[in-house]
């Protein structure tokens, strides 16, 4: 398990240092319903990307657009503005972290995030740009799953986080070593004296 999980680490690893031959594409929907029920969303919210990878903002549901927030990406890299109801493809040739909304229902929340490559630079600027709103906690929710983000996690969708909080030791709970016993002593390889020199 553990052993499959590295290699495939390593598998990603290796295929995120060689992203300027396989820029990836990635397809973010805007939605009126998400999966968890939430209204107008994007979907996924959270991505993080390699430079060079290309994103397209698909208007599955119509009445949506995406556009760069003011303040929210990188410095050098170009803001971007898509039509309502239009497809719209962003390539990421800088590093950093880019907030983006949909400009009629940013009031509502509908908001997302894309991280590119080593994007902790630009991370803190764009987390403390002020939010109105819906957009604000969604916002929030966000860059919190963004600094949770997995161990080992490097391109793709990032998972949510869960719903509740869960204690961090349930189940490594007592048992083992239930009266306070002292913890034997290694056994020590009786060493041998140190031959005298002949
Ligand atoms: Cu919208």
Not at 2 to 14: E, F, R
Not at 76 to 105: K, L, N, R
Not at 139 to 166: N, S
């Amino acid at each position: 398990m553990i052993n499959s999980l590295k290699a495939a680490v390593a598998a990603l690893a290796l295929l995120a240092s060689s992203t300027s031959v396989l820029a990836a594409d990635y397809e973010v929907r805007m939605l009126n319903v998400g999966p968890d029920e939430k209204s107008m969303v994007f979907e996924p919210p959270l991505l993080h990307v390699q430079r060079g990878d290309t994103v397209t903002f698909v208007p599955t549901d119509r009445g949506h657009n995406a556009a760069s927030m003011e303040g929210m990406i990188p410095r050098g890299a170009a803001p971007w503005q898509g039509a309502i109801s239009e497809p719209v493809s962003i390539t990421f040739e800088v590093d950093g972290t880019y907030g983006y909304i949909c400009e009629p229902h940013y009031g509502l929340g509908m908001v997302g995030l894309v991280l590119v490559g080593d994007y902790t630079a630009s991370f803190e600027a764009a987390q403390s740009v002020r939010q109105r709103g819906r957009a604000a906690q969604r916002f929030r929710d966000l860059f919190a799953q963004a600094t949770a983000m997995p161990p080992g996690h490097l391109i793709g969708a990032i998972p949510p986080l869960p719903p509740e909080p869960v204690p961090a030791d349930t189940e490594s709970s007592p048992a083992a070593n239930p009266a306070g016993m002292p913890a034997e002593p290694h056994a020590k390889e009786p060493a041998g004296e140190p031959a005298p020199a002949q």
